[in-house]
């Protein structure tokens, strides 16, 4: 990293990879020991107002933009410098942006007393090119103007999970354990924002020491990019997040649209028939019903998995669609994905060797999604308008699904053709005239007979007796209107 010989020289204008990275190292007790060096004196030689650091130039970009429309005000951001607030250091912990004198001695007496303790000091640094700070509104070229307090703020929200999830226990064994100081230097082509720390009592917990009894120094490297990735996301301006989030959304759409259409077309036309019938017979048979890809990131093609054979005429069959009827659409889905890769290039650096791009995990995972999509309709039956309804009202589903398969379709007429789900287009089956049969038919007719002519000897009882109640009711009505 270049020295500039000022301040605020940051360099603008290079190949965006690697905006924000956060490299790391540590220093034992012993190996300082051994060079004579205290932990302490980082304070006052390296960390200390000089060469390196200025407050001068701390203003917030936005009181920077006010006070150019309001020629009048002569005093924008003054009262965020540390020269305003009585306080005469730009070191900050968790409890201040710009440290007091008297909070310096503390620190540099806790740093000492961590080092006699034998613990590890941690250093780490943000880096952080000029083109990023511009894009979000943190510096201005033209001025070198640079909003301090806000870098400040950031990296004091984010330190907490170094000392709690970076190490196999927290760091610290109480809420003051961990002794920390932050610092920002200017005087090279990027931003570096330093942070030093370290556990203040002596370490005992086996969990974190080596063999040897000295304290564990290595972080777990996961932890160490979430907390760029929050700290770069704090900072991030509203436009750039949003910019991320129209790519986001985009490889969404896309995605949903190829898993539609392809379900779509495989159902309705017959040029993808075979394909289906491949892979249908290629499912293990004792699976039936529960068919998927299984929990896996993709498709699994060599035979470690049961469902091998069926994944790998799967990927057969999209690879097809994806040349022919559903090129372009997987195109556009395949372009929003590499759009994200280059973003994530400028703000993480170039990939390591081996490492999975962003664009082919999400090429992955529509090849799965779809995967699954497919075998679902060959896992279940068929179901009417009104069976799906009262379904869907039983689950207390309000959406319909984005796809339903037609009962004449290809996946319905493949799991007929194979003796799977509802055989609603099976001729009913006949009995053959054979003597035998036709004593059973005789027999039942002539009971069916006797059984009608039974109930109409009932019925016909039945009414006599409703004529004859109505008969003496009449009678009864007469006789009683003589009497009256």
Same mark, same amino acid.
């Given at each position: 990293m270049a020295k500039t010989g000022g301040f605020a020289n940051f360099s603008t204008g290079e190949k965006r990879t690697g905006e924000v990275l956060l490299p790391t190292k540590f220093t034992t007790a012993s190996s300082a020991n051994q060079k004579g060096k205290k932990f302490g004196n980082l304070? %006052?030689?390296?960390?200390?107002?000089?060469?390196?650091?200025?407050?001068?130039?701390?203003?917030?970009?936005?009181?920077i933009s006010a006070a150019k429309i309001d020629d009048t005000n002569t005093s924008f951001g003054y009262g965020? %410098?540390?020269?305003?607030?009585?306080?005469?250091?730009?070191?900050f912990d968790s409890s201040t942006l710009n440290m007091t004198n008297e909070e310096?001695?503390?620190?540099?007496? %806790?740093?000492?007393?961590? &080092?006699?303790?034998?613990?590890?000091l941690h250093e780490m640094a943000f880096s952080i090119r000029g083109d990023w700070l511009v894009e979000n509104g943190l510096f201005d070229p033209e001025t070198k103007q640079l909003d301090q307090d806000k870098l400040k703020r950031a990296e004091q929200h984010v330190v907490k999970d170094l000392f709690d999830k970076a190490f196999p226990l927290p760091l610290g064994e109480s809420t003051d354990d961990v002794v920390w100081f932050g610092v920002i230097h200017q005087d090279t082509d990027h931003l570096n924002m330093h942070i030093w720390y370290a556990k203040e009592s002596k370490e005992t917990r086996p969990q974190m020491m080596h063999k040897s009894g000295e304290p564990k120094g290595?972080?777990?490297? %996961?932890?160490?990019? &979430?907390?760029?990735?929050?700290?770069?996301?704090?900072?991030?301006?509203?436009?750039?997040?949003?910019?991320?989030?129209n790519v986001y959304e985009a490889v969404g759409e896309y995605r949903s649209n190829l898993k539609h259409n392809t379900l779509l077309m495989l159902d309705k036309t017959n040029k993808y028939v075979p394909d289906l019938q491949k892979i249908f017979e290629a499912l293990p048979e004792d699976l039936r019903g529960r068919w998927k890809v299984g929990n896996t990131d993709r498709l699994v093609t060599d035979d470690k998995s049961r469902m091998a054979p069926a994944n790998r005429a799967m990927n057969d069959l999209l690879n097809k669609m994806f040349q022919d009827e559903l090129k372009d659409d997987y195109q556009e889905f395949k372009n929003s994905t590499y759009r994200m890769d280059n973003l994530m290039t400028q703000t993480h650096g170039q990939q390591h060797k081996g490492q999975a791009k962003w664009s082919e995990k999400q090429d992955d995972r529509l090849r799965k999604e779809l995967a699954n999509g497919i075998y679902r309709q060959f896992n279940e039956n068929f179901k009417s308008e009104n069976q799906k309804e009262?379904?869907?009202?039983?689950?207390?589903?309000t959406k319909p699904t984005s796809f339903k398969k037609s009962e004449d379709g290809n996946f319905e007429k493949i799991r007929r053709d194979h003796g799977v789900g509802n055989h609603h287009h099976e001729p009913q089956k006949r009995m053959k005239a054979t003597p035998v049969n036709v004593q059973k038919l005789n027999r039942m007719a002539k009971q069916m007979m006797q059984e009608s002519k039974s109930e109409m000897k009932r019925m016909r009882k039945l009414a006599q007796e409703v004529e004859r109640t109505n008969y003496d009711q009449s009678v009864s009505d007469e006789s009683l209107s003589h009497h009256i």
């Open positions: 304070v %006052r030689t390296y960390a200390a107002k000089a060469g390196k650091v200025s407050d001068e130039n701390n203003y917030a970009i936005d009181d965020s %410098r540390f020269s305003a607030t009585g306080d005469t250091n730009p070191l310096m001695d503390t620190l540099e007496n %806790r740093l000492n007393n961590a &080092q006699q303790n034998g613990n590890v290595v972080i777990d490297f %996961r932890v160490k990019k &979430q907390v760029e990735s929050k700290f770069r996301y704090e900072l991030e301006s509203e436009s750039v997040k949003l910019k991320r989030a009262n379904t869907d009202n039983k689950l207390g589903q």
